[in-house]
């Protein structure tokens, strides 16, 4: 009765079948028990872009009460509160998992397979995810936001400083969201070196699945730092331990010391898989393969393994050893290299291509742009004298957004208008895209440009006001005036998405005449993702002259291709679990746990009792909320 | 795409594999790396908070090595159960498995009440220094990765004698389970030398 994809088994009765087998059941049910990593990559990066949104609404906020001096708009408290929940919502909430949802819905798609590695794992995932930011917004309303920024420094953020549950909902945010990034880096990276299409060896995947792969090592080794610390944070404001505390031999310098072990990282974790959007964007608009293949792989290999020690660099003004200074400043300096190795890579790759000047790559140029002004203040920030002069000043605030900005969001929005047919079927609007570019391009450097010269003036960050007369208020006015034009950008960019889901151009499976395999299906892709297994032999399979498959899936059940990691030959035929109700149960039980450990330390039992059940009966075969339950296993 | 050039046949290729071969292989791998990461920066604060301190431990006694030791010894020789377990696993025997998997969840009750000893026996409460504060992290921490893969291997037992325990996929599970419990053993050998043996440095 096992009927297998091939010669005499595809068009389309084979549509059918696979779409019997993949599909998600109806309605509010399938909704919630979907395990298809296209519907949790779509919810994953629509949330991401809410809380995008939220934070940004918080950034224009600030920039009102800031656009003039001694202005009582807002109280000190309440700024304390929204700075912190600015930066917390942009790096946790929006940023890192922006960046794993594109990889969650593009990733299995690019590596022509048919799901992703531990699908429940990843709905799982995206539910603690949005239950965690919904926890943190719902606290902030209820004035319970989180108050000592969002990297929480001790003694600031200690019970002595900070009383209340302020920093705890802070730090128990940080266990929700990096339970999901963690269980994300697992999917990806098994779904990069296992369940790639045949042919595909490791120096055949594209530059995007590279990045997606170093990304994904770096959240392993990161994200338990500022677990651990939030955990030892926790632990001292509830049950009285000293970790940070001096006065028992405990130290605020650890805090630091784990922070950053994660917090660099992280800004590398969000800036190397935009960096992998660049270069799918550049390939497929200059038509050639991206310039020094493996110079870029090396690069983004180099840069993940360097953000491991820059850390100490956020610290200089701790006073530290003088060879620590050495160290960390000649490792700060050096990560300059590869990143100046890729800009050039890219720039030769447009240089020697046949460009296309569509929206994505104007995205791209004004990444380029933008960031390399980011990146060498970066150079100058790594030097200590330097550093000790701008520290805690709006300079450092224009580096970061610099780079963050520059380097994440806009290859981004990029990214999304290049990857938008795929999602949806239909094209993003067009002048209006263009035109979007330019308005972000001016209303971002217009806010943060004249910050460099703020904090050179000397204004500090994080200040709720400041008194006029010091030379910063004509400076501010244009920072918040550019705030305005930018967020408008957003607001235009947002409104294109909604217009183009309606209206837009029909897509067609390839518009860009891209070379990866993610354009070889239908858009937006079938429940199934590829009809027949695509075998690959070159690193731009769709350009070839041919476009070879390897038949032999059963269609009855849901069946991947499972290929050895470093060749990608053909191995094993693995099942791929079907839609299920119990990751969403779970993470709501989870989330219940959670949320009742900042309260008492016996909600970890409790927690964990009400945890087991269900986790016990996802991983069961057959159980009452398996949507439809595998007919193979009898 | 009814014009697709086909080459080679998928269907006769295994529907499950051992080691790295399987996926799931590389999804506990993923995770013991995570929270091998985890037990290197909790060693990593330990040292650090150490090297604040004049005198480790400050005004207290070390941890009695009695029960610590114990809980040692009976993790190592866990590890020959274990070790069978995982052969027979591997060698897809239904009857060994079944016999292995019952040893392994009975042989984690005698090193849970010399754990439950070992916390009597650290010398200091949890709130009275950063020293003791990291010294029950560790053990925390540790005491964690013993509860869930017992949980695990529990499930594993009764999923290994019903009907389901027959399929090739259920051995695989049961490699990879002894694979975790490699991980519990040793990792304790590494937070025993530094929370019972730093201190007496």
Redesign the interface.
């Known amino acids: 009765m096992s009927r297998v994809d091939g010669p005499d088994f595809t068009g389309d009765a084979l549509h059918a079948a696979l779409t019997e087998t993949w599909s998600d059941a109806p309605g509010l049910w399938g909704w919630i028990t979907t395990v298809d990593h296209k519907r949790v990559g779509r919810r994953y990066i629509a949330t991401a872009f809410v809380f995008l949104a939220l934070a940004g609404v918080l950034a224009l906020i600030m920039r009102v009460q800031l656009a003039r001096p001694e202005s009582g708009l807002i109280s000190a408290d309440r700024y304390n509160q929204i700075f912190s929940m600015h930066g917390t919502t942009m790096m946790f909430l929006f940023a890192v998992p922006v960046m794993q949802a594109m990889a969650v819905y593009l990733i299995p798609l690019m590596m022509g397979t048919r799901q992703i590695a531990f699908p429940r794992l990843n709905a799982f995932s995206y539910w603690i995810y949005l239950f965690g930011g919904v926890f943190l917004w719902i606290a902030f309303v209820l004035n319970i936001g989180p108050e000592a920024g969002w990297f929480s420094y001790v003694p600031l953020a200690g019970p002595e400083y900070s009383p209340g549950k302020r920093t705890d909902v802070w730090a128990q945010m940080i266990t929700f969201t990096e339970v999901a990034a963690l269980a994300g880096a697992v999917e990806l990276i098994t779904t990069i070196l296992k369940q790639r299409a045949a042919g595909m060896s490791l120096n055949r995947i594209p530059l995007f699945a590279w990045s997606i792969l170093v990304t994904s090592f770096m959240v392993i080794f990161a994200m338990p730092a500022v677990m651990l610390a939030s955990s030892f944070l926790i632990a001292d404001r509830l049950v009285g331990t000293q970790f940070y505390n001096p006065a028992e031999g405990g130290d605020a310098l650890l805090w630091q010391h784990l922070f950053w072990f994660f917090g660099h990282p992280e800004v590398y974790i969000i800036f190397i898989p935009a960096v992998g959007f660049v270069s799918q964007i550049t390939e497929t608009f200059s038509r050639r393969e991206v310039f020094g293949y493996p110079v870029m792989v090396l690069s983004a290999v180099s840069i993940g393994l360097l953000a491991f020690g820059l850390w100490v660099h956020h610290m200089f003004a701790t006073g530290l050893p003088r060879i620590g200074y050495s160290f960390f400043t000649a490792a700060s300096m050096m990560i300059a290299l590869p990143g100046g190795v890729q800009i050039f890579c890219w720039i030769a790759t447009i240089w020697s291509g046949r460009p296309r000047w569509e929206t994505p790559l104007l995205w791209v140029v004004s990444f380029i742009i933008t960031f390399v002004m980011g990146g060498l203040t970066g150079v100058m920030v790594a030097s200590v004298p330097l550093d000790l002069q701008l520290h805690d000043s709006y300079f450092v605030v224009a580096h970061f957004h610099y780079v963050l900005i520059g380097g994440a969001v806009f290859p981004l929005l990029g990214a999304v208008t290049y990857w938008f047919p795929k999602f949806t079927g239909r094209m993003m609007a067009e002048p209006l895209g263009k035109w979007n570019v330019l308005l972000s391009f001016i209303g971002f450097h217009l806010t943060f440009f004249p910050m460099h010269i703020t904090g050179i003036l000397g204004m500090p960050r994080r200040v709720y006001t400041y008194p006029a007369g010091m030379g910063w208020d004509t400076l501010n006015l244009v920072s918040t005036i550019g705030a305005f034009v930018f967020a408008a950008s957003i607001v235009l960019f947002l409104f294109n998405v909604a217009i183009s889901l309606r209206g837009g151009r029909a897509a067609g499976d390839n518009p860009w005449d891209a070379a990866s395999l993610e354009w070889k299906t239908s858009s937006p892709p079938p429940p199934y993702n590829f009809d027949h297994i695509p075998v690959v032999e070159s690193r731009t399979p769709l350009w070839d002259e041919t476009r070879p498959v390897i038949p032999g899936l059963r269609t009855e059940v849901r069946e991947l291709l499972v290929t050895t990691a470093i060749d990608a030959i053909p191995d094993v035929r693995d099942a791929s679990p079907s839609p299920n109700g119990w990751p969403f149960i779970a993470a709501i039980l989870l989330t219940i746990g959670f949320i009742g450990s900042i309260f008492t330390p016996w909600a970890v039992v409790w927690g964990a009792l009400l945890m087991a059940p269900p986790l016990i009966l996802w991983f069961w075969p057959h159980d009452p909320l398996e949507v439809k339950p595998e007919h193979s296993d009898e | ?2 014009e ?14 051992f080691g ?4 799931t292989w ?2 506990v791998c ?2 013991i ?3 091998s ?2 037990f290197a ?2 060693f990593a ?1 330990y040292f ?2 150490m090297a ?2 004049k005198q480790w431990p ?1 005004s207290a006694f070390p941890p009695d090595l009695m029960w610590g030791t114990l809980t040692t010894l009976l993790l190592l020789l866990s590890e020959i159960p274990n070790m069978w377990l995982k052969r027979a696993a591997e060698a897809e025997d239904l009857r060994k498995v079944r016999t292995g998997l019952v040893i392994m969840s009975l042989i984690v009750l005698p090193i849970f009440v010399t754990r439950a000893f070992e916390f009597g026996h650290l010398n200091i409460a ?9 010294t ?2 560790l053990l925390v921490l540790h005491s964690f990765h013993l ?1 869930t893969d017992w ?1 695990d291997t529990l ?1 594993l037992t009764a ?1 290994m004698h019903t009907r ?1 325990g027959a ?1 090739g ?1 259920r051995f695989a599970d049961t490699s990879e389970n002894a694979l975790y419990w490699h991980f519990v053993a040793l990792s304790w050998v590494l937070v025993y030398a530094v929370a019972y043996w730093a201190p007496r440095l």
Do not use: C, N
Request: hydrophobic share 50%; no cysteine; net charge neutral.
């Open positions: 795409m009814s697709a050039r086909f080459v080679g046949d998928a269907s006769q290729l295994p529907d499950h594999a790295s071969r399987s996926t590389w999804g993923g995770f790396a995570i929270e990461a985890g920066l909790a604060s650090f908070l604040q301190e400050a949890w709130d009275r220094s950063a020293y003791a504060s990291i029950w992290a509860i949980a499930v999923l389901h399929k996929r």
